[in-house]
């Protein structure tokens, strides 16, 4: 079988129908050609992703506000990080 075989067999596709208004469709179409996605299925696939990381993204930097506060990175703290990476060197 060859790569490519087993690259689809692992990654099946559901399909799934959306409904939009004229205005959207178009603006759709429009990204679809000006982004230079091969579909718009492509397209869509695009956005979802890009909607997934921005979750992970955001719940990074929820997690960063939470900890509480870090260290103050003044001079020292980099003079001490010079150092330190000197060092290890």
């Known amino acids: 079988m060859t ?3 087993n690259i689809v067999s692992l990654n099946p596709m559901t399909t ?3 409904s939009l208004p004229d205005e959207l469709k178009v603006f759709v179409d429009e ?3 000006h982004d230079g ?3 718009t299925s492509e397209y869509v696939r695009d956005l979802i992703r890009r909607d997934r990381e921005r979750g992970h993204l955001r719940d990074l930097v929820l997690e960063g506000a939470n900890s509480g ?5 003044d001079t020292a703290f980099f003079d001490a990080l010079r150092q330190r990476i000197s060092s290890e060197a």
Do not use: E
């Open 69 to 73: 506060p870090g260290v103050v990175a």
């Open 3 to 5: 790569k490519f075989a």
């Open 31 to 33: 990204r679809v050609i």
């Open 37 to 39: 996605y091969g579909s």
């Open 16 to 18: 799934m129908n959306v």
